[in-house]
């Protein structure tokens, strides 16, 4: 696991979209994973930025969302699916059908779990899986005691996310209680994880996931098992890292050969 520690919030922004674009213009059908949330919005600021100055453009790419929530009224403006578009789709030049988000109408629940594993399959693969972190360290909406090997289903959200999400919705009590994720299985499936996490509130969850055991208590420990996670953090949320040093010292001595920016020439 790759962990970058940035001055600002802002400079992990900068930073996402660099490995966006990246992948944007070395592949010639590049299949994004992507979150919703507080964490990404800068991020997606920086690439409609770039897109707009003519430097990116995403007409080849595909977009899997990563979870979606249960029983909300179509077009309501807290679904995932109309929060990924007001904040990024509607900006820039995707497809309109290049969004693919999990069916979570009860019809489709009933029909199959597992079909949008299966979408995600005859698309090739997740490239790049935008992830954030809750703070009690689920990754989607994998909670605390979701197996390491789930795919795409239905999650009854815990107490702490509709709290912490309450603030999307006008408070705790209007959050779903109901929502479908990738599974962490589905997850670990991406070619590559990128794991972004801003703030104080994250830095205990970052810290347990980064450098803790790998534990179905810390869904997000399971990127440990992946062979390409990168984890991009400002200083706040990298604050209880023990190895914040060793990541920084990695980082400056980084053969040239390595940076990611030479692999991509
Ligand atoms: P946030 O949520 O980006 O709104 O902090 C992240 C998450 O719960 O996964």
């Known amino acids: 696991m790759e962990v970058l520690i940035e001055e600002t919030a ?3 922004a900068k930073r996402v979209a660099d490995f966006v674009e990246r992948l944007i213009v070395t592949s010639p059908a590049p299949v994004l994973g992507l979150a919703t949330g507080a964490t990404p919005v800068l991020a997606y600021q920086e690439l409609i930025r770039r897109y707009r100055a003519g430097t990116l453009s995403f007409e080849r790419t595909r977009v899997f969302l990563l979870d979606e ?4 009224a179509a077009g309501h403006p807290g679904s995932y699916g109309s929060t990924i578009r007001r904040e990024l789709i509607d900006h820039i030049d995707m497809a309109t059908d290049a969004l693919m ?15 949008y594993d299966a979408e995600i399959r005859d698309a090739g693969g997740i490239d790049l899986q935008l992830l954030g972190i809750g703070s009690q360290g689920h990754i989607g909406f994998n909670e605390p005691g979701s197996s390491l090997s789930s795919r ?3 999650k009854t959200l815990a107490a702490s996310t509709r709290r912490d999400n309450g603030r999307f919705f006008g408070g705790a009590d209007e959050v779903p209680r109901h929502a479908v994720t990738q599974g962490i299985g589905t997850i670990l499936d991406a070619r590559q994880l990128l794991l972004i996490a801003i703030g104080s509130t994250k830095a205990k969850a970052v810290a347990a996931a980064v450098e803790g055991p790998i534990t179905s208590m810390v869904p997000a420990s399971a990127l440990q098992l992946h062979p390409h996670a990168t984890v991009v953090l400002d200083h706040s949320a990298a604050a ?14 980084k053969p040239q050969w390595l940076r990611p920016e030479q692999a991509a020439e």
């Open 10 to 12: 802002h400079n992990v």
């Open 69 to 72: 929530y249960v029983g909300l």
């Open 101 to 115: 988000v999990p069916a979570s109408d009860a019809a489709s629940l009933r029909a199959s779990s597992h079909c």
């Open 152 to 154: 795409t289903r239905i």
């Open 240 to 253: 209880d890292l023990q190895l914040a040093e060793y990541y920084a010292v990695v980082q400056r001595h």
